[in-house]
């Protein structure tokens, strides 16, 4: 156990350390399927050179390593579910096979932590995933794009909470 599982910290740090969770999630899952890499591999990569370093002179944000690693196994697990809602979801013009590969780890972390997750509420999901899109596609449409399909696998996937 790292010294960063032992302390967890409350209010905003723990939500900016979650945010950084779903980040580094999307980039792990991302840096997956371009590599070819095992789960185990690049999550040990992430844990030890990423996550609460600087790279390149820019200085990653500690995250909640425990949900980090949920978040990677939960994509993992039922990806082949989360890709076949995605593509249900997306426009017939739209496979998934032709999203950009970062938007497919980004449905895919988000796919796997709402399957997986179920006290984090959907909605929060879709914020946070939409805001990870932001910071990927600042100018581009694709924040729009993953706030539409993401309402539409939340919904899916937790209809209750949608009642």
């Known amino acids: 156990m790292s010294p960063r599982e032992v302390q967890a910290p409350k ?46 002179g820019e200085q990653y944000r500690d995250a909640d ?10 994509a993992v697990d039922r990806q082949a579910e989360i890709d076949q809602l995605t593509d249900r979801v997306l426009v017939d013009k739209w496979p ?3 999203v950009d590969a970062t938007l497919r780890a980004l449905f895919r972390a988000a796919g796997g932590e709402l399957y997986g997750e179920p006290k984090t509420p959907p909605k929060v999901v879709i914020t946070e995933y939409v805001d990870v899109a932001r910071a990927f596609f600042a100018e581009g449409k694709e924040p729009g794009l993953a706030n539409a399909v993401l309402d539409a ?7 209750e909470a949608f009642g």
């Not at 792990?28 to 990423?50: C, I, N, W």
């Not at 390593?65 to 939960?74: E, G």
Request: glycine fraction near 6%; proline fraction near 5%; aromatic fraction near 4%.
């Open 153 to 159: 696998m939340a919904r899916e996937i937790r209809p």
């Open 11 to 56: 209010g905003a740090e723990a939500r900016l350390m979650r945010s950084a969770s779903r980040l580094a999630a999307v980039q792990a899952l991302y840096q997956m399927e371009l590599s070819g890499q095992p789960l185990k591999t690049v999550r040990d990569q992430f844990e030890a050179h990423r996550i609460g370093a600087e790279l390149d």
């Open 96 to 98: 998934l096979g032709r």
């Open 65 to 74: 390593i425990p949900l980090f690693r949920r978040l990677l196994s939960h």
